[in-house]
């Protein structure tokens, strides 16, 4: 399998919940990112990971935790999360060369209750 | 980041160029302009980047003026799948510094 993939493609889940969102990169990048899709908005970059460290957290909610065990998997783990925090959920990776392009995957869809 | 301006949304006919403008008058000497594409609820997917000469790949080309203040990507044979949004980026390198605006709806019309 080749290029950047992400599970589950729809999610539905209540604020009292506790889910994990997953991302897999088989393009042997080392820089990993979460962005975050509202309806009718602009993408909003959440999460860096270069190396698996994080290197960038755009003031995103505690309720947002992000994990990355190694450069190849990143994950967004969701607890007691609000309506307002329902869209798509988009995974990306980049090899972090000077002109690194980033590769995006095809998203979650979230839909919090 | 430099910020970029995009017509809201372009029309164009199938078969024919599409020709998308972008505006970067405040862009730096190392920022690169990166084009990419988001068709319906889909993730963004890369078209083509430069600095300052024109590149063309296998998707579209690329012309960036003299001043490097304005771009515009050209698709040279639009077809109905190429009916996506298209955001202009400037930045010095992709990394944590792509910074996505509104973009331009292109519809490719049959």
């Known amino acids: 399998e080749t290029g950047v993939t992400q599970t589950p493609r729809h999610l539905v889940m209540g604020m009292t919940n506790k889910k994990s969102l997953k991302c897999e990169q088989h393009?042997?990048?080392?820089?990993m990112y979460w962005y975050k899709q509202s309806a009718k908005k602009p993408l909003e970059l959440m999460f860096v990971?270069?190396?698996?460290?994080?290197?960038e957290n755009n003031s995103v909610p505690s309720r947002f935790s992000p994990e990355c065990p190694n450069s190849s998997h990143l994950f967004l783990h969701l607890h007691t999360l609000q309506p307002e925090d329902s869209a798509l959920y988009l995974c990306?990776?980049?090899?972090?060369?000077?002109?690194?392009?980033?590769?995006f995957g095809p998203g979650t869809r979230l839909t919090v209750l | 980041d430099a910020k970029t301006t995009q017509p809201p949304s372009m029309d164009c006919a199938e078969g024919r160029a599409a020709n998308l403008p972008c505006n970067h008058s405040?862009?730096?000497?190392?920022?690169?302009v990166y084009w990419y594409r988001q068709i319906h609820s889909q993730g963004p997917q890369y078209i083509i980047h430069g600095l300052k000469n024109n590149e063309t790949n296998e998707m579209a080309s690329l012309i960036i003026t003299e001043d490097r203040k304005s771009s515009t990507l050209i698709l040279p044979h639009a077809t109905l799948r190429d009916t996506a949004v298209y955001y202009c980026i400037v930045g010095e390198t992709s990394g944590s510094r792509l910074t996505f605006g509104e973009g331009t709806q292109l519809t490719v019309n049959p």
């Open positions: 393009l042997g990048h080392n820089a």
């Open positions: 990306a990776s980049s090899s972090r060369t000077p002109t690194d392009t980033q590769y």
């Open positions: 990971y270069n190396f698996k460290e994080q290197t």
């Open positions: 405040t862009i730096s000497g190392n920022e690169y």
